[in-house]
């Protein structure tokens, strides 16, 4: 147990139409302050995506997720909350909004390697 380190996670949701409320998952961000580790990773399901809205189109959607990844790598392109720490980051990113991308409330764990941990909420949680 003593090589278990904490982390926490939030599933990355897009809802098209934001007042339906309806949403898929999308992604994973992923964060430990004990490893400085941040990273998302994220998977937009084009068949989903029209059934839920068939008006739009995923490149605009990639553009927002990417943007967040800035934000997670601590980018230039990031701009100013690329800029905070990580911690900070990951707050910033898990923060309650109304748009059409949101992510869920933040959950907690432990796991030994937090890069096969994000793999593996991934793959439960979006693919």
Request: glycine share 6%; proline share 3%.
């Amino acid at each position: 147990m003593q090589d278990r380190i904490k982390y926490e996670y939030a599933i990355v949701r897009v809802l098209p139409k934001v007042e339906r409320e309806e949403f898929f998952n999308v992604g994973v961000i992923l964060f430990s302050r004990q490893k400085k580790f941040l990273k998302i990773k994220f998977h937009i399901d084009e068949a989903k995506l029209s059934c839920f809205c068939c008006e739009k189109d995923s490149s605009g959607l990639k553009d927002y997720l990417n943007a967040w990844q800035q934000v997670c790598e601590g980018e230039p392109n990031g701009g100013a909350i690329g800029k905070l720490d990580l911690s900070d980051r990951f707050r910033w990113l898990t923060a309650s909004r109304s748009t059409i991308i949101q992510s869920s409330p933040t959950h907690t764990g432990l796991c030994i390697n937090p890069e096969e941990e994000l793999d593996k909420i991934f793959k439960n949680c979006v693919l």
